[in-house]
């Protein structure tokens, strides 16, 4: 099948060059769930640009009938972050000109539903999808204001014009996946949240971080905090309930880089997990991941370790490796200007966990990430 492919203005640089986007959209015989994946948010995290391309040459070989609802695939989609340079290196993760992370700029209509009470007890009885349907409406029309303020004579910082174009395709959703990596160097893992457990196992990945604690400024954050408050608020009503709305990010290996085996992780995972949910009906393909057990932990069990002196780090434990309380981690050669001679640091574990995430750069100055352990 082919795709419908629309491009997107963002941005028009003081050059008068413009920035656009690319949406490839992939529409079924069938009507069903909207799927929505993007990569490249942050500008150094490439390799869910290479899953998205494997990802659309298998979905030109399939046939209309095969594919029920539709999924769009933006990749590339902060042209700003992944054009950035510094020397040899792509940082990207920040808009240098606001100084905003962004992950971390988006509409979260959570925090301006202040009429959710009243929206629960007038839906109480309702059927799911209806209650869904309603609820979508007023987030929709709540978003579309943004659209005034972008369009007024003093418009917007560019951050929020940027966030309003990708929002704006992913609202009315049903599935949100973000593909990232570290900024530095870690394991294949994804991020989800509370009652997904079994759908984050579809991913055939072998661990997975529940985010148990967060602002709602992320982009997975803020698409799916308004439905999970609502969910909430129908329990307290005592009507237990659970929309078929789901956000993932995929950390995929290391930064700057585009890993093969993770990119195989995430296309073999992304296949499954449409089959799984009814997307792709096509015979066997489910059958890649069968019964995949995951090790599943919670974001506020994370601990970050930052350099306690400024130096080189010559000895570090392997990505991956499972530690101790007391097992040493690291070692600093730090150096001095006090007419002493050069010091080696060892630093310790704190408590016992995994170590999935190390810093690429191993000189650091006092204060900077050295290393993640999560619990």
Not at 230 to 246: Q, S
Request: aromatic share 12%; with cysteine.
């Amino acid at each position: 099948m082919l795709p419908v492919i629309g491009t997107i203005a963002l941005r028009q640089m003081a050059s008068g060059d413009r920035l656009s986007l690319q949406v490839y959209k992939f529409i079924g015989d069938q009507p069903g769930k909207k799927v929505y994946i993007q990569s490249n948010l942050h500008g150094a995290e490439i390799a869910g640009n290479a899953v998205i391309h494997q990802l659309i040459e298998f979905l030109l070989t399939i046939n209309d009938s095969d594919l029920v609802g539709e999924i769009w695939l933006v990749p590339v989609c902060n042209p700003m972050g992944t054009n950035e340079r510094s020397h040899h290196f792509s940082p990207g993760r920040y808009c240098v000109y606001e100084a905003k992370d962004w992950n971390r700029i988006f509409w979260d209509y959570e925090k301006e539903a202040d009429n959710l009470v009243a929206f629960t007890k007038s839906q109480l009885h309702l059927d799911l999808e209806v209650v869904r349907q309603n609820y979508l409406t007023i987030i929709k029309q709540q978003f579309a204001k943004s659209l005034e303020k972008i369009n007024s004579p003093s418009s917007v910082p560019y951050t929020e014009l940027f966030s309003y174009k990708l929002q704006n395709l992913s609202l009315d959703a049903d599935y949100l996946i973000d593909l990232h990596t570290s900024s530095n160097q870690a394991l294949d893992y994804l991020y989800y949240f509370r009652n997904r457990e079994d759908s984050a196992k579809y991913f055939g990945l072998d661990f997975g971080i529940l985010l148990d604690k967060y602002d709602g400024d992320a982009f997975d954050e803020a698409f799916i905090k308004p439905w999970l408050a609502l969910e909430a608020c129908f329990k307290e009503f005592g009507r237990e309930i659970k929309f078929d709305v789901e956000a993932w990010t995929l950390e995929l290996g290391t930064g700057m880089q585009i890993n093969p085996d993770s990119v195989a992780k995430g296309v073999r995972g992304l296949k499954n997990y449409l089959a799984q949910k009814g997307i792709l009906q096509i015979p066997n393909l489910s059958d890649e991941i069968k019964n995949h057990e995951m090790t599943f932990a919670s974001s506020s069990n994370r601990k970050k370790y930052y350099a306690i002196a400024g130096g080189m780090i010559q000895w570090r434990i392997e990505l991956g490796s499972y530690v101790k309380a007391g097992e040493k981690l690291y070692q600093i050669l730090s150096f001095n200007k006090e007419g002493n001679l050069p010091s080696v640091i060892d630093v310790r574990a704190q408590k016992d966990g995994l170590v999935y995430d190390v810093a690429t750069n191993q000189a650091v100055n006092q204060g900077e990430f050295v290393l993640g352990i999560i619990s």
